[in-house]
């Protein structure tokens, strides 16, 4: 994915919007700017705050329409930070080290750690629809939040949706929320102003911009990028063809794995050791779901026979949280020569670990989490 410094570019339903910055960019603070990447199945929309609001409808006792100045101040307003990633985040690295996939080229870049601030949607459920806090308990149990913005058409359906479990969205712990602020501003058009949903620990898709409605229901989003993208295909599917008959076998995508990642320095370059004989790497990684934060990050240069503790930097106490990734970095001994690989792997608080050199392949490339972090390098 290039990336394109137009930012005035709205995109278009045939060409949306799609960009990464440059990873040592990207690193270079703890809290990403509104620069970071963007994804988007149409085109960025322009609301006016003024003129918008929130349809919440479904399973619900109470159906309503609430406005944005409603959300901020009706509500408690609630501050979470977290990274962001696409699902699809280093598909570039399973398309080349591996075999091809069905899907824009994202390197590693594809994520935000930003601080989001809005009402928690729980509240709003509660206090603006009525939702009851102890009915969840039983028939609740199989519902979904479902989320959609008809703003514009999307590259394979009518509007944008996705939706998540109700548990989680009720869920204190989870801090799903309706951000009408991002980084203590109001949030930019491409990111999603006047409202989007915040969902952390979950892949970005489910994050929907330009929110417009939100439905309890016995189903999941009905809208294409819910139910037929954003799943993990078992590697027998080789095509779209054949994806057809599994798209309702399989569950839809929801937490995102562990993952590290490599900025500094980037696949196919040519770096120098120092004296000692050592190279100075940098990256970010993420947590699985909500079992963040990420405990700890190993790297090698010498295709996993040593490994080294990297130092991790956590981001201000005030923010840190299980939902945000931490940066990196450390001094790894490497030889001389060609087509050199490092590999990084992480670890979060929960356990879960990158277990494996290269991720499972995948039709659509998503969730990928291989440790082989960099290859081709020139060692000089
Ligand atoms: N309305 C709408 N919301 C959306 C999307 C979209 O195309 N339309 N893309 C989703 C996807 S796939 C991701 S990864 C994130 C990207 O958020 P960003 O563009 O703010 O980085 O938004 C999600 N929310
Ligand atoms: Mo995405």
């Given at each position: 994915m290039q990336a394109i410094v137009d930012l005035q570019n709205d995109g278009t339903v045939k060409e949306p919007i799609n960009r990464e910055m440059p990873m040592d960019?990207?690193?270079?603070?703890?809290?990403?700017?509104?620069?970071?990447?963007?994804?988007?199945?149409?085109?960025?929309?322009?609301?006016?705050?003024?003129?918008?609001?929130?349809?919440?409808?479904?399973?619900?006792?109470?159906?309503?329409?609430?406005?944005?100045?409603?959300?901020?101040?009706?509500?408690?307003?609630?501050?979470?930070?977290?990274?962001?990633?696409?699902?699809?985040?280093?598909?570039?690295?399973?398309?080349?080290r591996i075999k091809d996939v069905w899907g824009i080229d994202w390197y590693d870049g594809a994520v935000m750690n930003c601080v989001w601030e809005g009402p928690r949607l729980r509240d709003?459920?509660?206090?603006?629809?009525?939702?009851?806090?102890?009915?969840?308990?039983?028939?609740?149990?199989?519902?979904h939040v479902q989320f959609a913005s008809y703003g514009t058409k999307t590259q394979e359906d009518t509007w944008?949706?996705?939706?998540?479990?109700?548990?989680?969205?009720?869920?204190?712990?989870?801090?799903?929320?309706?951000?009408?602020?991002?980084?203590?501003?109001?949030?930019?058009?491409?990111?999603?102003?006047?409202?989007?949903?915040?969902?952390?620990?979950?892949?970005?898709?489910?994050?929907?911009?330009?929110?417009?409605?939100?439905?309890?229901?016995?189903?999941?989003?009905?809208?294409?990028?819910?139910?037929?993208?954003?799943?993990?295909?078992?590697?027998?599917?080789?095509?779209?063809?054949?994806?057809?008959?599994?798209?309702?076998?399989?569950?839809?995508?929801?937490?995102?794995?562990?993952n590290a990642c490599v900025a500094v320095p980037t696949y196919k370059s040519t770096v120098t050791l120092s004296e000692s004989g050592l190279l100075e790497c940098k990256g970010y990684a993420v947590p699985q779901g909500s079992h963040g934060p990420v405990t700890r990050v190993e790297?090698?240069?010498?295709?996993?026979?040593?490994?080294?503790?990297?130092?991790?930097?956590?981001?201000?106490?005030?923010?840190?949280?299980?939902?945000?990734?931490?940066?990196?970095?450390a001094n790894i001994k490497m030889e001389k020569g060609e087509e050199k690989k490092i590999f990084a792997r992480a670890t979060d608080k929960g356990g879960n670990t990158q277990e494996l050199e290269r991720s499972t392949w995948n039709l659509r490339g998503v969730g990928y989490n291989g440790y082989e972090a960099v290859f081709d390098l020139t060692v000089v």
């Open positions: 960019q990207l690193i270079e603070s703890w809290i990403t700017n509104q620069d970071n990447y963007d994804r988007n199945h149409g085109p960025i929309q322009h609301k006016l705050a003024s003129e918008h609001d929130i349809t919440l409808d479904g399973l619900v006792s109470r159906p309503i329409k609430i406005t944005i100045e409603s959300l901020q101040t009706d509500y408690p307003q609630h501050t979470v930070a977290c990274a962001l990633s696409c699902a699809g985040n280093r598909r570039h690295t399973m398309r080349t709003v459920l509660m206090q603006g629809a009525g939702v009851d806090e102890v009915e969840p308990e039983l028939k609740r149990q199989q519902q944008y949706g996705g939706s998540i479990p109700f548990k989680m969205a009720m869920d204190p712990d989870m801090d799903v929320i309706l951000a009408v602020k991002m980084n203590g501003k109001s949030i930019p058009p491409r990111h999603g102003y006047p409202v989007r949903a915040i969902v952390p620990g979950v892949l970005g898709a489910r994050s929907v911009k330009w929110l417009d409605r939100i439905t309890v229901s016995e189903e999941e989003s009905p809208c294409v990028y819910q139910r037929r993208d954003y799943k993990i295909l078992p590697p027998n599917v080789l095509d779209k063809e054949t994806a057809k008959h599994y798209w309702d076998k399989i569950p839809a995508m929801l937490e995102m794995p562990v790297v090698s240069g010498d295709e996993g026979k040593t490994w080294v503790d990297a130092t991790l930097d956590y981001g201000p106490s005030e923010l840190a949280s299980k939902w945000t990734w931490v940066l990196w970095n």
